[in-house]
């Protein structure tokens, strides 16, 4: 990734984040969505993580990043690693918080379902998600920002607008925190391919080094 950043439609991501323990960015992509042969694009991403995650995913050093996009195990390795990323989110087309919070709702309940994963916890934690984007509106280029593993929470959750952060909730169940990140990072099933790929190609770089 450039030392000046990337854009990803007219938004800029930094090599950087702003953390304390700054992490690196290391892959970027869109979400959206073909109605009628246009395509509409709803949010830019940009994973930040910490460099080091490449010590747990030596298995896979010497592949291409085009090998490395359809290994779903090698983004299950990603996940699992024990080390910080964040995930900042763009809106490009703005909706109303409560339709991002009911599509989020939907993906995490499917996969912990899938998983027999979904209990009375889980269903708690994901309601103070959604319920926290219940008022609020996405407007066009604000930002939600998902970290993991910041202690003491598996997950935190912060919304911004205009450069003004509004508010922020720690997500405190593991099992949500994780299909969270499997949601965005997690492969064949992830909500945005061309994310994925770039992950695998910059992982790749990183991996060769």
């Known amino acids: 990734m450039g030392s000046e950043g990337v854009m990803v439609d007219d938004i800029v991501f930094p090599p950087q984040n702003a953390e304390p323990e700054p992490l690196s960015l290391v892959g970027c992509g869109i979400t959206d969505i073909e109605i009628h042969f246009l395509q509409i694009k709803f949010t830019a991403i940009g994973v930040y993580i ?77 309601e103070k998600v959604v319920s926290f984007f219940q008022s609020i509106y996405l407007k066009k280029g604000s930002v939600i920002t998902i970290s993991f593993s910041a202690a003491p929470a598996p997950a935190e959750i912060s919304f911004s607008a205009e450069g003004k952060e509004e508010a922020k909730i720690e997500l405190d169940n593991e099992n949500v925190a994780e299909v969270l990140q499997k949601w965005y990072l997690g492969g064949s099933s992830a909500i945005s391919p061309s994310t994925v790929a770039s992950l695998a190609d910059n992982l790749s770089q990183l991996l060769s080094h």
Request: without cysteine; hydrophobic residues 35%.
């Open 50 to 126: 910490d460099k080091e995650i490449v010590s747990h995913l030596e298995k896979w050093k010497g592949k291409k990043g085009s090998e490395l996009k359809d290994d779903d195990q090698f983004f299950e390795a990603l996940i699992s690693a024990p080390k910080r990323k964040q995930l900042r989110i763009v809106v490009i087309k703005e909706i109303k918080g409560s339709q991002y919070g009911a599509q989020l709702e939907s993906a995490v309940v499917d996969r912990l379902a899938a998983v027999d994963k979904y209990e009375d916890e889980e269903e708690k934690a994901l």
